[in-house]
């Protein structure tokens, strides 16, 4: 018998499985090994053996309560024992047994740290992002499109109700969106007068998502005229999120919103830039000239008007 399980043992190990499916297969390979523990204990009962199938009945009786919390553990995550004795061994042990389907449902998504380059802390622009309708409604659909095609987990973590009412505080927020994480592609576009955020899955589909209104202390179309910018990061964050209640978790929808980075530098002189700009202020010297002498013509002219009444 202990033959067979370690057969079957070897032949699981040569594929390639998470850790809560391969746990449910060694529950039920385990619980069903258990009962031929008990088989032994009959046939040592059976021959006069008292105290060697006493041995073997406590055994079995040890080996059946593990079974019974993986059972537990690996089919019904939800649901705990009061007869659990693990958190006591944790404790007398000074040891924490890590969560292993919380590990594979909480795996950060790719893309987090995505950026269009590195630049200094110094280059950013405090920048101010506000959202349309329209736009609220496409970054909506690139969320859903991101989590479709396994970019986004929009998960709480993967932790259940019960174990976020656990470690709740009094007003704290759980996002689905645990960490905000990077749009997979971004640009910044300048759009009638108005400097625009887009993004999505990648260029080909990349939608109108949110307007820069402010860059530092300019609007934003101003300070593209001024600077040249760079959409150094965009983030994906906060969305419907879960919060403590009295007895239970309670959810709310919020729209989903977008943290931008703007890194800027100072536009280089051309001479062909520099030459317009003598051309513009001798002009506006002139114009103010042929001003000021109409205006000394009126004047006389009213003067002399004066003198003849």
């Known amino acids: 018998m202990f033959s067979l399980l ?16 391969k746990g449910r297969i060694y529950t039920i390979v385990g619980g069903i090994g258990n009962f031929y523990l008990l088989y032994v204990a009959y046939r040592f009962f059976a021959n006069g053996f008292i105290g060697r199938g006493s041995l073997f009945i406590l055994v079995f009786l040890i080996l059946l309560y593990f079974t019974y919390l993986n059972v537990l553990y690996f089919f019904t995550p939800d649901k705990t024992s009061k007869f659990d004795i693990s958190p006591k061994i944790e404790k007398l042990l000074g040891i924490k047994i890590p969560d292993t389907t919380a590990q594979e449902k909480s795996q950060v998504a790719p893309g987090f740290v995505q950026t269009n380059g590195i630049f200094d802390q110094n280059e950013f622009l405090p920048s101010t992002l506000k959202f349309s309708t329209k736009q609220r409604e496409n970054l909506k659909a690139v969320v859903a499109q ?7 987990k929009l998960d709480f973590a993967g932790k259940n109700d019960q174990e976020l009412f656990k470690s709740s505080k009094t007003g704290e927020r759980f996002y689905a969106l645990a960490t905000p994480v990077a749009l997979p592609y971004y640009e910044l576009r300048e759009k009638k007068g108005k400097l625009l955020v887009y993004g999505g899955v990648n260029q080909i589909e990349a939608v109108e998502l949110g307007e820069v209104t402010q860059v530092g202390l300019l609007r934003g179309y101003e300070a593209l005229k001024r600077y040249q910018l760079s959409l150094a990061t965009v983030l994906l964050a906060k969305g ?5 209640g009295r007895s239970t978790m309670m959810q709310k929808d919020e729209p989903y919103e977008l943290q931008i980075q703007i890194a800027y530098r100072e536009r280089e002189a051309h001479p062909d830039f520099e030459a317009r700009l003598k051309d513009e202020f001798r002009q506006k010297e002139q114009d103010f000239e042929a001003r000021e002498k109409q205006l000394e013509k009126e004047h006389l002219s009213r003067r002399a008007k004066n003198r003849n009444n």
């Open 6 to 21: 370690g057969m079957i043992n070897s032949y699981i190990g040569y594929f390639n499985m998470n850790a809560t499916l």
């Open 146 to 152: 991101l989590e479709k095609i396994g970019y986004l």
């Open 240 to 244: 419907p999120y879960k919060f403590a």
